[in-house]
């Protein structure tokens, strides 16, 4: 059974910029969570989106949006970037009987 | 609201020796604890939950957490450590599976 897939994983781009990051959750699984890790502020959960609807929002500013498809798969966006988004975004999906939410690998963005 | 406190930032310990990482929680509703271990430029690995139950959760790679409710804790424990369980660990709580709070990491050296 394939895990939580990120792409990229890794991104550099410049202050001003938008970004597009994609999270491919596993098969069966309806409920995709974002979290941005830096090391001043630790996990930060940004936003959750279950069936197609975004059902938790974190207090970040609206910079950062993020939706989901009828598969399943969601997209985070991050628009005019600036230095302080420079961070791991990590995204978690569940769903299944055991309650646990299942992590990819990440996508490291820096912004330069 | 919801917090986690890990007590220690960084736990150094010599390889066979036991370990115990430090977790309390707040919370004045009944919550579903988790402990992930996180390794250099990878995403969270999941060790082991306490949902119900049996207050002593056995996890993967010989770990181990107790919950005590009158404590507010969920502490991490293993008898004998290895070189490879070298890496950070993060206590997290929730009321749901939809958004983990998470602590601000314990970062464990074991040291040959």
């Known amino acids: 059974k394939a895990g939580v897939t990120q792409t990229p994983r890794y991104l550099i781009k410049t202050r001003g910029q938008q970004v597009t990051l994609s999270c491919s959750p596993i098969?069966?699984?309806?409920?995709v969570s974002w979290y941005q890790q830096t090391p001043g502020q630790g996990l930060q959960f940004l936003f959750e989106y279950f069936s197609e609807t975004q059902r938790n929002k974190g207090n970040f500013p609206g910079r950062f949006s993020g939706r989901q498809f009828s598969n399943s798969r969601s997209e985070m966006n991050v628009s005019t970037l600036e230095l302080g988004d420079s961070a791991l975004y990590l995204c978690a999906s569940s769903g299944g009987t055991g309650y646990e939410a299942f992590f990819g690998q990440g996508t490291r963005l820096t912004v330069v | 609201a919801q917090s986690v406190t890990q007590l220690d930032s960084q736990v150094p310990v010599f390889e066979e020796a036991p370990v115990e990482l430090r977790c309390n929680y707040s919370?004045?509703?009944?919550?579903?604890l988790f402990w992930y271990v996180q390794y250099p430029n990878q995403g969270l690995q999941l060790l082991l939950k306490?949902?119900?139950?049996?207050?002593l959760v056995k996890g993967i790679n010989g770990f181990e957490a107790e919950f005590n409710k009158s404590q507010t804790s969920f502490h991490l424990r293993k008898p004998s450590v290895h070189i490879s369980d070298t890496a950070e660990y993060f206590c997290?709580?929730?009321?749901?599976?939809?958004?983990?709070?998470f602590g601000t990491g314990t970062r464990l050296q074991v040291f040959p």
């Open positions: 997290a709580v929730t009321q749901n599976t939809d958004k983990l709070i």
């Open positions: 098969s069966g699984h309806r409920s």
């Open positions: 919370s004045s509703v009944s919550v579903y």
């Open positions: 306490y949902l119900s139950g049996s207050t």
